[in-house]
């Protein structure tokens, strides 16, 4: 009964928290629309997820979400210190080409969001045969470096979680 209501149980709570936050109140009104959003959407999109990708380590999930954060912490440390610090010329961009390994279109996604919500990182592109990912690195003295950090930190761990 429970999994026709909530086809997508993370998705409704990810909707839920969603709307929380975003109205900001915490009233019997906003929990009810919360509550509605939560079970229509989901139930409004089934149909639309027939091969709806299976996280298989719950607990690696929650430690990559948690690692993603920090390092977004750290980055932003890191992008302030170079525009403040550095001088136009000390500054090496980068277009950095990211071969994956990850199969399922979802972790790839996920992959490309996390390098794109990490300041100073942004993926720009993806190849036609989907194996490529175009980064480009505000400062990357050793782009060979940051392309092994982002497949050992992130496309690792993300093999671990959906494959």
């Known amino acids: 009964m429970l ?3 909530f086809p997508h149980p993370l998705l409704s709570l990810l909707l839920f928290v969603t709307w929380m936050l975003l109205v900001n109140t915490f009233k019997i009104g906003s929990l009810v629309m919360a509550g509605i959003l939560a079970t229509v ?5 089934a149909a639309y997820w027939t ?3 299976k996280v298989r ?3 690696a999930f929650a430690a990559y979400v948690l690692l993603v954060l920090w390092d977004i912490i750290i980055a932003n440390i890191q992008v302030a210190k170079i525009i403040l610090f550095y001088r136009s010329d000390q500054i090496k961009s980068a277009w950095i080409p990211v071969p994956i ?4 279109p979802e972790a790839i996604t996920l992959l490309a969001g996390t390098i794109t919500m990490t300041p100073g990182t942004v993926t720009a592109d993806m190849s ?3 194996r490529v990912l175009l980064i480009h690195s505000l400062h990357a003295p050793d782009p060979d470096a940051i392309r092994d950090d ?3 930190r992130y496309e690792a761990r993300l093999k ?3 494959e």
């Open 3 to 5: 999994q026709r209501l």
């Open 41 to 45: 959407i989901p139930l409004l999109t």
């Open 51 to 53: 091969n709806r990708p």
């Open 57 to 59: 380590n719950i607990p």
């Open 101 to 104: 390994d990850l199969k399922t």
């Open 128 to 130: 036609s045969c989907g």
């Open 150 to 152: 982002i497949k050992s």
């Open 160 to 162: 671990r979680i959906f």
